[in-house]
């Protein structure tokens, strides 16, 4: 691998990264650019090249891998889930995650709360593939 293609990926990490940290913050494409010193295209083509989802999808799913969580660990309700990941409104969350995981929430949910299946197992049973 040659020196650009490494400054390319790490760009490419250090916005993901960000939106790892920050996936409940309102991120677009060119507060991403700015986090990978590219533009707007170019980081939208690079990103999807080097992960293999655009950023806006990789975004959606890591929001929804956070609400899996907060379904199957708290009582809260599926619409203050949606606004505590970063969703807008709870027919885009629901959408969404029905896209992503199959079911919707309230679904996921009720077939997520199995006693007796250790954490971990549930965890990579339950977790979405883009």
Known sequence: MNR???????????????MDRAYAQPLDVPALARIAHVSQAHFTRTFRATFGETPHRYLQR???????????????????????????????????FHDIVGRSP????????????????????????S
Not at 4 to 16: D, F
Not at 83 to 92: A, C, Q
Not at 109 to 127: D, H, L, N, S, Y
């Open 62 to 96: 890591r929001r929804v891998e956070r609400a899996m969580f907060l379904l199957r660990e708290t009582d809260r309700s599926v619409t203050d889930i949606c606004y505590e990941v970063g969703f807008g409104s709870p027919g885009t969350f629901s959408r969404t």
């Open 4 to 18: 650009a293609v490494e400054e390319t990926n790490r760009r490419m990490l250090r916005a993901r990264d960000a």
């Open 106 to 129: 309230r679904a996921y949910r009720k077939e997520a709360t199995a006693t007796g299946v250790p954490t971990c197992f549930t965890m990579t049973w339950m977790r979405p593939s």
